[in-house]
């Protein structure tokens, strides 16, 4: 018996690819003309207390540059100070006090470019909240205090960009994640592809309600169905009983799927594994935060890669 080899990749377009790289650590990219001419707040809404100073945008801007940098917030407010001070710009900055207590009640929503999602895949991940490392766990093994937030995604398959994103608690099963991912996109979607732990009627009943096509493969020692919103359910499961799971996999192109895993690994690659807020309210925000700025990115230019 021989030992297969790892398939080998090539990059296409190599030098756009490596351009859209060196642009992700402009700043120019992070602090655009838009947040700087909307840095004060001239909306004065009828609010109890003090009017607020500094925008929406102002306070994206300066924690934008915070996930983006890995900074703390006193070093973020003394980058965003810094950069007043190149641009000659007399305006003021926010304090880190201010950022962390507007960080909480900041509302942020991801959307899409695109009039129609053709193929919404979707997965969860863990993002580590506090506890001890992973060479600590391996030795001594896990403490009790040890805890982690659960992450769901959403990602366009075609244009890679993250749609919807949704922070839980680490004992939220993967089926309750779906229809609250769904119920954020704002534009209709044909399919939707995710894996067996999503097999389950809310899910199926979710994607259903939205005019969506289910490509989720059963679970194995699966039966029919008889409810009305799970045709698609017991389609597939058909399907899997001619052509075999590999069979149906590729007809349906259930392989789409695996570009969330890899959105999830640039997601932490880039950023972190870790959530740096302790109120659950801040660390939606960081979240979401994250995932702009790496639509953003995505939008700067992604590898076309071909096998060799």
């Known amino acids: 018996m021989t030992n297969q080899t790892k398939r080998q990749y090539r990059i296409r377009n190599w030098a756009q690819y490596n351009s859209a790289l060196v642009r992700r650590g402009s700043l120019t990219l992070w602090v655009d003309a838009k947040s700087l001419d909307t840095w004060l707040n001239t909306n004065h809404a009828a609010r109890r207390g003090r009017q607020r100073l500094y925008a929406d945008a102002a306070i994206l801007c300066a924690l934008t540059l915070r996930e983006v940098y890995h900074l703390p917030l006193r070093a973020t407010e003394g980058l965003v100070c810094s950069l007043m001070r190149l641009l000659t ?9 201010t950022l962390s207590r507007r960080a909480r009640f900041l509302q942020l929503t991801l959307g899409s470019r695109r009039k129609q999602i053709k193929n919404l895949v979707i997965d969860s991940t863990g993002l580590k909240l506090y506890g001890e490392g992973e060479w600590r766990v391996r030795q001594h093994g896990w403490a009790k205090h040890r805890t982690w937030r659960k992450l769901h995604l959403a990602l366009d398959a075609d244009s890679h960009e993250v749609t919807a994103a949704l922070i839980t608690n680490k004992d939220v099963v993967d089926p309750r994640g779906l229809p ?3 119920k954020q996109l704002e534009v209709p979607v044909e399919r939707v592809l995710a894996d067996g732990a999503y097999d389950a009627r809310e899910c199926y009943q979710a994607v259903y309600q939205c005019g969506a096509r289910s490509i989720i493969p059963p679970r194995k020692g699966s039966v029919l169905w008889k409810d009305g919103y799970l045709r698609d359910r017991n389609s597939n499961l058909r399907q899997v009983e001619n052509l075999g799971a590999e069979g149906w ?4 192109k259930y392989h789409r799927r695996s570009l969330v895993e890899c959105a999830i690994f640039r997601f932490k690659t880039i950023f972190s594994e870790k959530l740096r807020a302790r109120e659950v309210e801040r660390q939606r925000t960081e979240v979401t935060i994250r995932c702009l700025a790496l639509n953003r990115m995505t939008e700067l230019g992604m590898p076309e890669s071909y096998a060799m």
């Open 89 to 97: 710009l007399d305006l003021p900055v926010p304090h880190y006090s």
């Open 180 to 182: 609250r991912l769904l």
């Open 249 to 252: 996999k590729r007809k349906v």
